[in-house]
């Protein structure tokens, strides 16, 4: 077992920029606002813009790792649609192929998925063969599980804000229909399916991998081949990616090469023991060592809201102002309400729910809110048709490497009398 071979908690350059921003958001809230620009204000070596890096993706994304691609969504970039236009969305890769830096998709022909483990049938499939199947499209949200990491206090790694997210459409074959037409049987012992990619490692290194629960896999997930449409950039994964909605991004396994059935998880790093929240609550700063045991994956999505304007840190006039966000979960249930408070939570006001048409897609909201000098920050939670709803202090949910933060969002504004 490797432990060593992907640290998402990443290297010395991401703890610069880190600094950066951590520095920028104690800053004044006229400041703040700036953390949202393009990497241009540091004093250091002006850095690349998103599109110098990726031709094709939007140059205000913030760039917190330039390669392997680190990109986030400045949060108000996201209220503009429901679907979010790909050049704005985010990207993650703990490492990638030299090949897959490009907003282009690469080809199908002769891409070939291998088929391993506890099944019976073919060992290989063509995913050009993919074509003549069947297409299904899935709108949902492509969240990371460190989006909202700079939320909580004294956390390793890539310090996103509210971005690390965006709403897309994935389009491709329900996996379950690619077993059936190529007559493979899952043997009852299975319980997980393990996707590994064809990153490109270090020496010595492995291909990113992770495993999921194969019912669920057989229920939800796709090896998609489109975004939003269009052939699916490599950058996100293209030619063929597997996709499992309502679970956390990094689950989706890009470049995919290989599908394993097996009675256990992967012991890969980026599965244990990274990805993986404690079971039972730890003290902020406690340490902690990820174990099959005490710990979780990041597998389906907490219940979440988030405000996307007004922007955290923006300063407003007096008087009824509209708000707006979005809001999700794992798909399980629908979202019933969100809820809205000026006062730290004395009093809420419902907001308006914009429903989705796909129980994994976010759900936008407005509501219309009243400031005063007085008000210092606007809250939103949201609840589900399951009763589920955000802890009101998101601190409850530390764990060292800052995951599936979902708190009740609470952001700044500055209010001119
Ligand atoms: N093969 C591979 N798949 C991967 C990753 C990776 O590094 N390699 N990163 C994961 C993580 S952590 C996230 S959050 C999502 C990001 O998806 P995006 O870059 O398309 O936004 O991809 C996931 N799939
Ligand atoms: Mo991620």
Known sequence: MN???????NDGYANAIVDRRVFLQGATAAIAGAVLAPSGQSSAAPAAGAEMLIAGKDPRLIVHIPKPAVFETPAELLAGARVTPTPLLFVRNNQEPSEAITMKPLPLAGWKIELAGLIDGPQAIDAAALNGMEQVEREMVLQCSGNGRSLFANTKGTQWGRGGMGNVRFGGVRLSAILERHGIKIKPEAKYLTAEGKDEPAPGEQDFEHSIPVDEALQKSLLALRLGGEPLPAIHGGPVRLVTPGYYGTMHVKWVTRLRFDSKESDHSSQIPHYRTPRVPIK???????TYENSEPNWPMKIKCVVLSPASGAALPAGEVPVTGAAFNDGEARIETVLVSI???????????????SPYAWY?????????????QIWARAIDALGRSQPL????????????????????????V
């Open 393 to 416: 202090d998101g601190a409850i949910h530390w764990n060292p490497s800052g995951y599936t933060w979902n708190g009740v969002e609470k952001i700044d504004v500055k209010v001119r």
């Open 343 to 357: 006062d730290q939570g004395r009093t809420w006001r419902r907001a308006q729910l914009e429903v989705p048409d």
């Open 364 to 376: 936008r909201w407005t509501a219309r809110v009243r400031v005063s000098p007085m008000t210092k």
């Open 284 to 290: 902020p700063g406690e340490a902690f060592t990820a």
């Open 3 to 9: 432990h060593c071979s992907i640290d998402p908690t």
